[in-house]
């Protein structure tokens, strides 16, 4: 039987009981670890370059840094980071695959379409 690789991720959401919730959800996963949180792209850049992380969940109105600039500088930093772009509106979707993340999960998914996302993301091209 092949073992599952854990996957790392980090947690980016200016509300903290999304955060919570996102965490005490994925604690549940025995092959994903929450490595890190921020609440503003500000955290969110410092967070990233000294907590690896294989995905990050994503609060598409994340403030403090336009989105295409932030999501450049967060590559630059980890070209192989995977981003799952979260939002509640879902206009918010087209945009977030076109600036070049992997997956979009609306705020109000069940946990099982959370789960679900993270363990079919596949690794990225670098």
Same mark, same amino acid.
């Given at each position: 039987?092949?073992?599952?690789q =854990?996957?790392?991720v980090?947690l980016?959401?200016?509300? &903290?009981?999304?955060r919570?919730?996102l965490?005490?959800?994925l604690?549940?996963?025995?092959? /994903? /670890?929450v *490595?890190?949180?921020? &609440?503003?792209?500000?955290?969110?850049? #410092?967070?990233n370059?000294t907590?690896? &992380?294989d995905?990050? #969940?994503?609060?598409? !109105?994340?403030?403090?840094?336009? #989105?295409?600039?932030?999501?450049?500088?967060?590559?630059? !930093?980890r070209?192989?980071?995977? /981003?799952?772009?979260?939002?509640?509106?879902?206009?918010?979707? /087209? !945009?977030?695959?076109? =600036?070049?993340? *992997?997956?979009?999960?609306?705020?109000?998914?069940?946990?099982?379409?959370v789960?679900?996302?993270l363990?079919?993301?596949?690794p990225?091209?670098?």
């Open positions: 039987m092949e073992e599952k =854990t996957v790392r980090l980016a959401d200016d509300q &903290a009981n999304v919570h919730a965490h005490l959800l604690e549940q996963e025995p092959d /994903i /670890i *490595v890190g949180e921020a &609440a503003d792209a500000t955290g969110l850049l #410092l967070t370059s907590h690896p &992380a995905v990050l #969940l994503l609060d598409w !109105e994340l403030p403090g840094l336009p #989105l295409p600039q932030l999501l450049r500088l967060l590559r630059f !930093e070209p192989s980071l995977q /981003i799952i772009a979260m939002s509640s509106r879902p206009e918010a979707q /087209i !945009e977030a695959l076109g =600036t070049g993340a *992997v997956a979009f999960l609306s705020k109000g998914a069940p946990p099982e379409t789960r679900s996302t363990h079919n993301l596949k990225l091209d670098t």
